[in-house]
C-alpha cells in the first residue's frame, strides 16, 4: 500500500555534507510523522530526526546543529542534511513514515529499504 523510496546515500569525507532523500508513494489518506533512523552493526535502531505535519522537528542530541530535517507535503517527501559529517556517522539510515492509509484507521509505521552512509577520516 506505502512505498519508500530512499536516496541520496553514499561516501564523503569527514566534515562533508550529504543530503537523503526518501519519497512515499501508493494509496493513502496522509502522512503523519516523517523521521529518519540509524542502526550501526550490533546496535538497536536510533532515531536522528524526526518531523510532524505541522513541521515540528526533534533531533537525537548527536546530530543537533548539523542534521536538519524538512518535508515537502505536498509530494510525500521527507529529506535529511546533513553537514559536518562525522566518521560515527557510517552507518544504514532508515526512513520512517507514519501513515494514515484511510481517515478513520489508525496510522501505520512503514519503514524504507535503508541507504548507507559512510564517512571517511
Known amino acids: 500500500q506505502v512505498q519508500l523510496v530512499e536516496s541520496g546515500g553514499g561516501l564523503v569525507q569527514a566534515g562533508g555534507s550529504l543530503r537523503l532523500s526518501c519519497a512515499a508513494s501508493?494509496?493513502?489518506?496522509?502522512?503523519?510523522?516523517m523521521g529518519w533512523y540509524r542502526q550501526a552493526p550490533g546496535k538497536q535502531r536510533e532515531l536522528v530526526a524526526q518531523?510532524?505535519?505541522?513541521?515540528?522537528?526533534n533531533y537525537a542530541d548527536s546530530v543537533k546543529g548539523r542534521f536538519t530535517i524538512s518535508r515537502d507535503n505536498a509530494k510525500n517527501t521527507v529529506y535529511l542534511q546533513m553537514n559536518s559529517l562525522k566518521p560515527e556517522d557510517t552507518t544504514v539510515y532508515y526512513c520512517?513514515?507514519?501513515?494514515?492509509?484511510?481517515?478513520?484507521?489508525?496510522?501505520?509505521?512503514?519503514w524504507g529499504q535503508g541507504t548507507q552512509v559512510t564517512v571517511s577520516s
Open positions: 518531523i510532524t505535519r505541522g513541521g515540528s522537528t
Open positions: 520512517n513514515v507514519d501513515v494514515y492509509i484511510t481517515a478513520w484507521t489508525p496510522p501505520r509505521d512503514y
Open positions: 501508493g494509496r493513502f489518506y496522509s502522512i503523519n510523522a
